[in-house]
């Protein structure tokens, strides 16, 4: 069982500075979310935050306050009873009108997917309890105690104890969180106290309890809506606040004689996002704010932590930057200087001010940095080139750095969760959509990689894996990564599942999956199109696909499935795209300039209406996401461009693939109510077409839109995940059997 940790600090950075975007665990792929976080789901008690009023100064953007005593009011605030705006009631009668019938026609149509959904998810459960129940969570070594994470559990072991004996010191059941999984496990330097963040599927918002430790753990503390969290020192606490998607507020607590809370620090800039980061050897604190292209760092001693934080270099537009700290010295990793790509950098800690940098590394183009973990005398990079794993080991005794390679059919890293930063071995896991997490150690001594012991169940060895490139419109080289049984024959003739995303500098997931083994012994194609926008060769990949670039993305997945086609893998009538979230641009988009190049589509919370969310200020990710998309409102061009390419914007009368969307009614990141329109939009125009084509073998594609109660754009539970991936496959089965069965009548004569 995996504890689900909060990404907070370097490596959400290195997503492209994702801590907000339309964008979660589970996409890019079929899956929800990993299958192993079996929860009993129950009414949810996560407390809910009580209502509070902080007036503040106008001060500049980033600013540390005064210490001063802040307190929550406990009440609620009554809505003003004026008279309703006419256009706002007609707009909820209207979006409440067409959820009703969304329900209805998914009522009407999803009895013809329950048994092939049945059976897919019995082989989905099976191969789950094949692949993981030799699975150990992630630990928390503190000296000889050890801390460990299990079906709603966290215990505590010896690290010499061979027997198994452990400690309970929480449990969500106990203390009215069943319906909560733990997110985040924070402990105190002195192991007095341990911080645990739960999280419910049906809410963005996490819930900090800290717990007294001891031979009876009691709860300390319960803080609502808490984003990140880290110990100072053993009874002083740093923790950022969640409101409406944002993290704006630092707060400071203790747990001393004289317990309280003070306002550490606010962004004024609705652009930014705030986390809180703690570096390996616990020497600061940093506050971190970061918008899509621009940092802002402010250091907190861990010696002094009542002293105001200290501010490393004021943001510059255009720089991002990220703080450890090694021996007085300051590592900044920054896309500061001429190249765009991230280099390692370093500075006194007195002197941190950028003119101070000194260059210790640069990558090279078209490099990703997945992430970076500082050792005592060594730093490690894991990186991607070209769709290929390797470690760049820097060593700061020697200053030499050493380049290792990983195994070819590697995919994704999966990193501790908490390493040790005094250890001489560093630890990680490979995987890939169809192999299980392998673990693999590089010891700073012997200078190599070690392969961990063998696995119970052998890797699978009948899954080939190609990587192809391919040239989109202007001419730029596109990564393609393709799956598919060694024993099957005739490859055009199998079906196909692409997958896309390409926005926000982050990478398509590509870490073991279940349905995605199971689709390969069934003789299914994958494909993975690392298209511009995305993050998988470096920043400047990411740059090519935003804003006013975004079209290079459809050009560029155009060119991947035409590549696929021609080279033999599969063909267009068995041919479907897969996409979630933000992702859902560039899907929908294809649909509506290239329908012929595929047969059917499945979408997870897809972001298919751009330039009306991007028009809706009031919305909470839409100021920081012009970043991202451009501000319509500001600029005209923008407004055209957006609308040139938007899903529901270019919908007109034509032959439609199939479509199968799942929507969450509890989505916070993507409106439901632009869900629904282009559901309605995409449905009307595909019967337009199909009237006005009348004639023998005319096909209507089938638009479905499955909306959940349960569940939001970040977590679902571990059934509904295993209900949403069966009727995704039982779908496509579906279409690609129409296909079949469309043909035999074709050639019948029927």
């Excluded at 990993?34 to 600013?63: A, E, F, M, N, R």
């Excluded at 704010?289 to 402010?298: C, G, L």
Aim: proline share 4%; charged share 25%.
């Amino acid at each position: 069982m995996k504890v689900r940790m909060s990404c907070v600090g370097l490596r959400n950075l290195l997503q492209g500075l994702s801590f907000s975007v339309r964008y979660y665990s589970k996409h890019n792929h079929l899956q929800t979310i990993c299958l192993y976080s079996k929860i009993q789901q129950k009414k949810c008690h996560i407390l809910d935050c009580s209502g509070s009023t902080c007036t503040h100064k106008t001060v500049p953007p980033g600013s540390i306050l005064p210490w001063r005593l802040f307190s929550c009011k406990e009440g609620t605030k009554i809505p003003s009873k004026r008279k309703q705006n006419t256009s706002i009631i007609t707009s909820e009668l209207l979006y409440k009108n067409l959820l009703k019938s969304e329900q209805e026609n998914w009522n009407d149509v999803s009895a013809s997917y329950k048994a092939m959904t049945e059976r897919i998810k019995k082989k989905l459960e099976e191969l789950h309890n094949k692949y993981t129940f030799n699975s150990v969570s992630p630990r928390i070594r503190f000296g000889e105690n050890v801390y460990f994470e299990e079906n709603g559990c966290i215990f505590l072991s010896k690290a010499d104890d061979d027997e198994g004996n452990v400690d309970i010191l929480f449990s969500t059941k106990d203390l009215g969180f069943s319906d909560a999984f733990i997110q985040r496990i924070r402990i105190s330097p002195d192991q007095r106290y341990m911080a645990i963040s739960l999280k419910s599927e049906n809410s963005e918002e996490a819930t900090c309890v800290i717990m007294k430790l001891g031979h009876s753990p009691v709860v300390e503390k319960v803080i609502p809506s808490v984003f990140s969290f880290e110990w100072a020192t053993n009874d002083v606490l740093y923790y950022t606040s969640q409101k409406n998607l944002k993290c704006q507020n630092v707060f400071m607590t203790t747990f001393t004689d004289q317990k309280h809370t003070k306002l550490v620090y606010t962004e004024q800039d609705a652009r930014f996002f705030v986390d809180i980061y703690c570096t390996k050897d616990r020497r600061f604190l940093t506050i971190n704010s970061n918008s899509k292209t621009t940092s802002e760092v402010w250091l907190i001693d861990c010696r002094h932590p009542f002293k105001l934080p200290a501010l490393v270099q004021a943001r510059t537009k255009g720089v991002i930057y990220h703080i450890e700290h090694r021996n007085d010295e300051l590592y900044i990793l920054t896309t500061y200087g001429e190249s765009a790509e991230y280099k390692l950098m370093k500075a006194p800690v007195a002197s941190s001010g950028m003119e101070y940098w000194q260059l210790v590394y640069a990558l090279e183009k078209k490099t990703k940095l997945v992430d970076l973990e500082m050792f005592t005398d060594h730093c490690v990079m894991f990186l991607k080139n070209a769709g290929h794993l390797y470690l760049n080991v820097i060593s700061f005794v020697s200053h030499l750095v050493q380049s290792i390679e990983l195994p070819t059919w590697a995919c994704e890293f999966e990193l501790e969760s908490h390493p040790e930063h005094t250890t001489s071995t560093c630890y990680f896991q490979l995987t890939s959509p169809v192999h299980p997490p392998k673990c693999f150690a590089y010891s700073f001594k012997e200078n190599n990689l070690i392969e961990q012991a063998v696995q119970e169940v052998p890797i699978i060895m009948n899954c080939h894996t190609t990587r192809l490139l391919a040239k989109s419109k202007d001419e730029t080289l596109v990564p393609i990564t393709v799956f598919h049984n060694m024993n099957s024959k005739e490859l055009h003739r199998k079906p196909l599942l692409v997958h896309v995303y390409g926005a926000y500098g982050i990478d398509l997931n590509m870490s073991f999956k279940e349905e995605k083994l199971m689709l390969i012994e069934e003789g299914w194609i994958l494909a993975y199109c690392h298209v511009r926008g995305g993050g998988e060769l470096g920043l400047s990949w990411h740059k090519d696909g935003c804003q006013h670039n975004k079209l290079k993305g459809l050009h560029d997945l155009k060119a991947c499935i035409m590549l696929l086609h021609q080279l033999g893998f599969s063909q267009p009538k068995y041919t479907a795209l897969a996409a979630a979230s933000a992702g859902g641009v560039l899907a929908g988009a294809l649909c509506n300039t290239d329908p012929e190049l595929i047969r059917a589509m499945v979408l997870q919370a897809p972001f298919v209406d751009v330039l009306n969310t991007m028009m809706k200020t009031h919305l909470p990710l839409t100021i920081e996401e012009q970043e991202e998309w451009g501000n319509p409102l500001a600029d005209e061009k923008y407004m055209k461009y957006i609308k040139s390419y938007c899903p529901y914007q270019n919908i007109k009368p034509q032959c439609y693939p199939s479509v199968f969307i799942t929507a969450y009614e509890n989505d916070q990141r993507i409106p439901l109510t632009g869900v629904l329109q282009y559901v309605q939009k995409l449905r009307k125009a595909a019967l337009d077409h199909a009237s006005r084509t009348r004639k023998k073998g005319n096909w209507i594609p089938s638009i479905i839109l499955d909306i959940q109660a349960n569940g939001s754009h970040c977590d679902s539970s571990w059934e509904d995940s295993l209900n949403e991936v069966a009727r995704h496959i039982a779908f496509l089965n579906k279409e690609f059997e129409e296909v079949c069965h469309l043909q035999h009548h074709m050639k019948s004569g029927k």
